[in-house]
């Protein structure tokens, strides 16, 4: 399994933010049952924020946005719900945000004080509420009458007979 010295260097740098999605992907895969990260789509992680945590969570569980494994569902909460598609366990983590003692500390003293605290204390495990996401489709293209760029067909909009981007075609707003 991928370490913490990892993330950091994938990251550029250590924070409390990072070590949150380290305790979250540590403890979601050893909630999971799992002892390695997503090759494919076989592990799902939706997260309600795109703050640091989110590096950390890329490389312990091998979810990302380019496999279609990571998605975002932005509340921001830092909350992360893991799902298996081989076991169909899923697992959302809530972080408790404690900040009457924990302001008081240096950044290093929180970031610490995250990595080392039981995970009981930083997080609480709740049912996942979202679905779980079918797996990524690849779709054909189409090409914008207005830009000339390539866009997959489900982003295309129809607008007076031409097929556009979502860069190109009027806005609409019904309130």
């Not at 403890?27 to 090759?39: F, H, R």
């Not at 989110?54 to 992360?80: P, R, S």
């Not at 500390?105 to 609480?124: C, D, G, H, N, Y």
């Not at 079918?134 to 295309?156: M, Q, S, W």
Request: proline share 3%.
């Amino acid at each position: 399994m991928r370490t913490w010295e990892d993330c950091a260097q994938f990251h550029g740098h250590k924070c409390p933010g990072l070590a949150i999605g380290y305790r979250a992907a540590v403890l979601a895969m050893e909630k999971l049952g799992l002892s390695e990260g997503s090759q494919d789509e076989e592990l799902v992680c939706i997260s309600e924020n795109d703050a640091c945590g989110v590096d950390a969570i890329q490389v312990i569980t091998g979810c990302t946005a380019g496999k279609g494994n990571l998605i975002f569902h932005m509340t921001g909460k830092e909350a992360y719900s893991f799902y298996c598609r081989k076991s169909g366990k899923s697992i959302r983590l809530i972080f408790q945000r404690d900040d009457t003692e924990k302001t008081k500390m240096s950044k290093e003293e929180r970031m610490q004080q995250i990595l080392t605290a039981p995970a009981e204390e930083l997080f609480v495990c709740k049912p996942t509420t979202l679905k779980l996401p079918e797996e990524a489709k690849i779709f054909g293209n189409v090409v914008c009458a207005k830009c000339g760029e390539t866009i997959p067909e489900p982003l295309a909009r129809l607008e007076n007979g031409q097929i556009l981007c979502l860069d190109c075609c009027t806005s609409y707003r019904n309130f």
